[in-house]
């Protein structure tokens, strides 16, 4: 039975949304400055928090849904640690610029500058790429679509084979075929009655043992 409480499980469903929103608003403010310190402006800077952390956080929940031989898995999985990557240094560089640590510089806005750019690009890869395991290519991919059927022979199954058991006929069906061999003045023997009931010779002289047996005949 489980016996986690009913607010435990409130808080583990409601915390994890909570908590991405709280993250996504503290690092805000800093991603906001390293923009403008890059020399984004005229509202730009605003959106530098959606080409980070928010790019982070999608590129993460990609990652985690592409399964095991499904195509830009290796990609997204690429994709989601630089994008942690970019995040987690935008919030340490903006930091140590705004407690006077660091300067800004080339290579700093270099690297800012090349960040939209680059989760653009991954973002649209990751889109395009078939979400279905990879498959093997067909005939008609190939060219080959006009390949000659199977032959029948091929195709259809084996006949299941038949038992090879024959029940045996009846003391009175026994009786009646050699009470018609004698009317058509033809010997009671195994060859006559492997004729009459289309089996074996070696068959026949079963059926004839058992006529001898119940002494129907000499």
């Known amino acids: 039975m489980n016996t986690t409480p009913f607010y435990a499980k409130v808080a583990a469903v409601a915390g994890r949304l909570l908590v991405l929103l709280a993250a996504l608003l503290m690092s805000?403010?800093?991603?906001?400055?390293?923009?403008?310190?890059?020399?984004?402006?005229?509202?730009?800077?605003?959106?530098?928090?959606?080409?980070?952390?928010?790019?982070?956080?999608?590129?993460a929940v990609i990652a985690a849904t592409r399964k095991k031989g499904v195509r830009g898995r290796l990609?997204?999985?690429?994709g989601a640690a630089t994008a942690l990557g970019f995040a987690l240094s935008a919030q340490v560089v903006a930091h140590l610029i705004a407690a006077g640590y660091v300067t800004s510089g080339p290579?700093?806005?270099?690297?800012?500058?090349?960040?939209?750019?680059?989760?653009?690009?991954?973002?649209?890869?990751?889109?395009v790429v078939p979400k279905n395991p990879t498959v093997g290519v067909t005939h008609d991919e190939m060219g080959c679509g006009n390949q000659e059927e199977p032959k029948a022979a091929e195709t259809k199954e084996?006949?299941?084979?038949?038992?090879?058991?024959?029940?045996?006929?009846?003391?009175?069906v026994l009786t009646g075929a050699a009470q018609m061999l004698r009317e058509a003045n033809q010997p009671v023997n195994a060859q006559?009655?492997?004729?009459?009931?289309?089996?074996?010779?070696?068959?026949?002289?079963?059926?004839?043992?058992t006529l001898k047996n119940n002494a129907l005949i000499a």
């Open 158 to 172: 084996r006949p299941k084979k038949r038992s090879q058991g024959r029940s045996k006929p009846s003391l009175e």
């Open 75 to 78: 990609s997204s999985i690429v």
């Open 192 to 209: 006559s009655l492997a004729d009459v009931f289309s089996v074996s010779t070696r068959t026949a002289h079963r059926y004839l043992s």
């Open 28 to 59: 805000a403010p800093a991603e906001i400055s390293l923009a403008r310190t890059a020399g984004f402006s005229g509202g730009t800077e605003y959106l530098a928090p959606f080409v980070l952390s928010l790019y982070a956080v999608c590129a």
């Open 107 to 127: 290579w700093l806005v270099a690297a800012v500058s090349s960040v939209p750019s680059i989760a653009a690009a991954h973002l649209l890869h990751l889109a």
